[in-house]
T-cell receptor, first 115, second 112 residues
Framework: KAGVTQTPRYLIKTRGQQVTLSCSPI?????VSWYQQTPGQGLQFLFE???????NKGNFPGRFSGRQFSNSRSEMNVSTLELGDSALYLC??????????????FGQGTRLTVV | GQQLNQSPQSMFIQEGEDVSMNCTSS?????WLWYKQDPGEGPVLLIA?????ELTSNGRLTAQFGITRKDSFLNISASIPSDVGIYFC????????????FGSGTQLTVLP
């Protein structure tokens, strides 16, 4: 069974550009969550999607957005990139959303560097 | 929102030693998860706990769900060099749709 797949693995963008990251969850999983990881801030929750609906949202500016498709694949978009957006972006999939006892499995992440 | 305090922040141990790290929460959780992350990779799930008092092992790893439902610990016995990495706890509170909250991580270094 394939794990969580994130593409691309590495990305370099310049300030002001926008970027789209992709996440394919484990087959059968319907919940996808996104996290930003930086050395100083640890794992920061961005948002969670379940059945194409955003269920939870973290404390990030509106430049960060996401969506989920009917096949549960998810994309996140960051517009008007800033240097501080440089981070490892992680996607996690789980069977359901908001249910106790559901493990989250992570992809390898996309390393975004903004120059 | 809920707060998760993970300690220690970093540990330097000799190969063969046992290790213990823990997480405490400001609110009640109904799920505790422990992950390990290698540099440049995503976190890998080590152990999942669902019941207060539950003690679960995975090889040399043992984790427990505290009876107050506000804490959890992870023990690693007889550490080896490949145990090096960052260990994260994560918890999910009870109630309606809530996301996982992560601890800040414990950086483990195993010295030969």
């Amino acid at each position: 069974k394939a794990g969580v797949t994130q593409t691309p693995r590495y990305l370099i963008k310049t300030r002001g550009q926008q970027v789209t990251l992709s996440c394919s969850p484990i087959s059968g999983h319907r919940s996808v969550s996104w996290y930003q990881q930086t050395p100083g801030q640890g794992l920061q929750f961005l948002f969670e999607y379940f059945s194409e609906t955003q269920r939870n949202k973290g404390n990030f500016p509106g430049r960060f957005s996401g969506r989920q498709f009917s096949n549960s694949r998810s994309e996140m978009n960051v517009s008007t990139l800033e240097l501080g957006d440089s981070a490892l972006y992680l996607c996690a999939s789980s069977l359901t959303a908001g249910t106790g006892g559901t493990e989250a499995f992570f992809g390898q992440g996309t390393r975004l560097t903004v120059v | 929102g809920q707060q998760l305090n993970q300690s220690p922040q970093s540990m330097f141990i000799q190969e063969g030693e046992d290790v213990s790290m823990n997480c405490t929460s400001s609110s009640i959780f109904n799920t505790w998860l422990w992950y390990k992350q290698d540099p440049g990779e995503g976190p890998v799930l080590l152990i999942a706990l669902y019941k207060a008092g539950e003690l679960t092992s995975n090889g040399r790893l043992t984790a427990q769900f505290g009876i107050t439902r506000k804490d959890s610990f992870l023990n690693i016995s007889a550490s080896i060099p490949s145990d090096v990495g960052i260990y994260f706890c994560a918890g999910k509170p009870s109630g309606s749709a809530r996301q996982l909250t992560f601890g800040s991580g414990t950086q483990l270094t195993v010295l030969p």
